[in-house]
């Protein structure tokens, strides 16, 4: 009997995946940005933030990004995400809980249905720079 | 069997531990990440990765920080606070400890936007600052060990060759051997019992080169894939890895990676329950040159001295212990594993008609960015010195290049346009060796380069045989007398002769390749032997016997007012002048040490 069989490896390998993914720059199918500005994290921007986490967890996906960025300008509405579908306009969510986290995760990321009720607006800002 | 799940965090922080950067205290760096991310709460978030060589070694110590692929540069333990805070706490990447062109007012975020990183293409170098070395599962999950498995279960050892030669995958270790047609050659050489022995040549001995300590750092289950298909492809059951024992962070992450691979079934008996056995042993070296010749390292390894005997018998009819035995470097080995994963078709569209594939660099010298390339084969000497390497610090004017190390040739700066592939190399003058490019620039004398790297041979010539022993010894005597001055116009003529007798008659290839260098810098820059020989002056004022060192009055007087510096610091007392007045060199008496120089701070100590 050898010690490990091809299955086996094979199982290692899509373990391994779901953790170094994200060193990669390969294409991915949506992107959720939480803005983690002092209003941000002071509206509890760090718990909708680990909400996505355990979902991307939870569902063993490689093909989401989470990132985090600056504040996004709008303090009173915090905490925000924005999530962007490959080819798709980023839409901004508001006033988030992780429940709502959970949500936008399962219909907006996963399938693709943007939940309007929680949504700010479509597209970002434009810059001059 | 070995599953931990392994926890997910949002971020990663690649921190290089190649050799360079741990030497600038990369370590240090990754306990202080650690120590702060647990201070602002965020250790379930971020995790702390080290990496091997991410090739940017001008600017370590590196940390990459994914996603994102933001990288920072320069660091130090106490810019650690700030970044965790900003970068990871706010989520606001901070410009100042990214990296800044030169020439340029931005700084550049980035990894793959920095000029250093565009052109290179990464096969051999393919999981580079992206795995950890120390974990396999981090190599499986880069489809790592899956050419094994491909070569194992649907392939027979003639179509692993096939697709090998179909790759065009020449020798990286110097000669540049097709690597399909000597694995045939194993294969296909009879062996009494059977047993047949597989070398991966990690003595990497030149001067200023570090691809395989790199490889074998950043990636060690790439070599040992690449052993494991060829050990399939030419009927061997045992490997040996032959490592410098002054590499010894490759030494433990080889270690590491070995015992990881045989823990888990994919070295040793009934590899992956397909029958198939091997295992691999790792030799250390003691540091001579010369074993990184294949018969010496050979008789290395059988544990007798280290020193070449005559070819044939190739060691691919008699090798280790009589055996038939394939002996490939590093590099190729990790070139491997790729090639049966993608087709030897796809290695074969990168590069030039006769040499395929990609190869490492190691880009050392007068240079803005020092550091590991891998570039396409066929490209030229200016996108690496100039696009990659960012040219010559300080606007000096670029020399030539030495490539090769001291088995290599210098390539003059008129050449700048040469493609870098093994034929056009060889027909410089020069060789593509193992990868060593020492960039010099106008402060360079060429012949005291060539006098350097014969020094170097010189001293690594085993004394074998009597072209090398003695042939480098009566070279580098004639080539110091010309450094020193004392050099005449018919040591010229002796020196091309003794270069030209060495090359022939030498044994191995350390003999056969150590006049290179004398060969082309006389080729390419004679006139500059002519100066030191007729003229006694060195134009780079590098060879300080043929230096005269003199005191200029006037901004001794004005500028530094007599400071007295040199003459306190003049160890042959040739200087004579009091504090507060000019300054005088005694000629007669001027060692030509060249102190007075360095130790002036206003610039009048001239030297012609």
């Known amino acids: 009997m050898p010690k490990l069989t091809l299955e086996d490896l094979e199982k290692i390998r899509q373990e391994a995946r779901k953790s170094i993914f994200i060193r990669e720059q390969g294409q991915f199918k949506a992107k959720i940005i939480v803005h983690m500005g002092t209003c941000g994290i002071a509206a509890g921007a760090r718990n909708i933030m680990n909400a996505f986490l355990r979902e991307v967890e939870k569902r063993g996906t490689t093909d989401v990004l989470l990132t985090t960025s600056g504040c996004a300008g709008l303090c009173s509405r915090e905490p925000m995400a924005t999530v962007e579908l490959a080819g798709q306009a980023p839409v901004k969510y508001v006033d988030l809980t992780e429940k709502k986290a959970q949500e936008i995760f399962e219909k907006h990321v996963l399938g693709g249905q943007i939940v309007t009720a929680y949504a700010l607006g479509i597209g970002s800002e434009k810059t001059d720079l | ?608």
């Not at chain 2, 880069?142 to 649907?154: E, M, N, P, S």
Request: net charge neutral; proline share 6%.
């Open chain 2, 1 to 608: 069997m070995a599953e931990a799940k392994e926890k997910l965090y949002r971020t990663h922080l690649m921190v290089c531990a190649g050799t360079g950067c741990v030497s600038n205290h990369a370590f240090e760096i990754k306990e202080a990440l650690e120590k702060e991310i647990k201070r602002q709460g965020l250790e379930n978030e971020v995790k702390v990765v080290t990496t091997g060589c991410n090739g940017f070694c001008e600017r370590g110590p590196l940390l990459v920080v994914q996603p994102g692929n933001i990288f920072y540069q320069t660091l130090s333990v106490k810019d650690v606070p700030l970044l965790v805070e900003e970068h990871l706490l706010k989520g606001r990447p901070v410009k100042k400890f990214m990296y800044q062109p030169p020439e340029e007012k931005t700084p550049v975020p980035v990894l793959s936007e920095i000029n250093f990183f565009k052109k290179q293409v990464l096969v051999a170098l393919r999981n580079r600052g992206l795995i950890d070395p120390e974990k396999i599962e981090d190599y499986i999950a880069r489809d790592g060990y899956k050419a094994l498995v491909k070569a194992l279960t649907q392939m027979t050892p003639e179509e692993i060759i096939q697709e090998i030669t179909v790759s065009g995958l020449r020798g990286r270790g110097g000669a540049g051997f097709p690597t399909g047609l000597k694995w045939q050659l194993v294969r296909n050489s009879p062996s009494p019992n059977g047993e047949k022995y597989l070398v991966c040549n990690g003595d990497e001995g030149d001067p200023g080169a570090f691809m395989d300590r790199s490889i074998l750092e950043a990636d060690p289950h790439s070599v040992i894939e690449g052993m494991l298909i060829g050990a399939k492809a030419i009927g061997a059951t045992q490997g040996f890895i032959y490592v410098r024992n002054e590499y010894p962070l490759a030494v433990k992450r080889i270690y590491i990676a070995l015992d990881r691979a045989r823990s888990l079934g994919l070295l040793g008996h009934d590899i992956l329950g397909t029958g198939f056995d091997f295992d691999i042993r790792v030799v250390r070296g003691a540091g001579a040159f010369v074993c990184g010749e294949e018969t010496a390292l050979l008789a290395s390894i059988e544990g007798r001295l280290g020193e070449p005997r005559p070819r044939p018998p190739y060691p691919a009819e008699k090798g280790l212990w009589g055996k038939p035995t394939c002996i490939n470097n590093v590099e190729t080995w990790a070139n491997v594993p790729v090639i049966i994963d993608r087709g030897g078709k796809w290695f074969a569209s990168i590069g030039t008609p006769t040499s395929k594939g990609t190869k490492v660099f190691s880009l050392v010298g007068k240079i803005n960015n020092t550091g590991l390339v891998e570039v396409p084969m066929g490209i030229t000497l200016r996108e690496i010195i100039y696009d990659i390497g960012g040219g010559i610090p300080g606007g000096k004017k670029f020399k030539a290049v030495q490539t090769g190390g001291p088995s290599g040739g210098c390539i003059p700066a008129e050449k700048i346009d040469l493609p870098i592939d093994y034929e056009s190399l060889t027909e410089a003058g020069s060789m593509m060796g193992s990868g060593g490019m020492v960039v010099m620039d106008e402060d360079t004398c060429m012949v005291d380069v060539a006098r350097y790297f014969l020094s170097f041979t010189q001293d690594e010539s085993c004394g074998k045989c009597t072209p090398c022993r003695e042939g480098t010894k009566a070279m580098l005597d004639i080539l110091t007398r010309i450094t020193e001055g004392k050099g005449t116009e018919e040591d010229l003529v002796l020196l091309e002769e003794l270069a030209q007798t060495v090359k022939e008659a030498s044994l191995c290839g350390l003999g056969k390749t150590a006049p290179n260098p004398v060969l082309t810098t006389l080729r390419y820059f004679r006139d500059e032997y002519i100066t030191h020989i007729r003229d006694k002056k060195c134009p780079a004022h590098v060879c300080r016997q043929l230096n005269v060192y003199t005191i200029d009055p006037q901004i001794c007087l004005e500028k530094g007012h007599g400071c007295d510096v040199c003459r306190r610091n003049c160890a042959s007392e040739a200087i004579t002048g009091a504090k507060g007045e000019s300054h005088k060199i005694d000629q007669a008496k001027c060692i030509k040490c060249g102190v007075c120089f360095d130790v002036c701070n206003f610039g009048a100590v001239r030297v012609e």
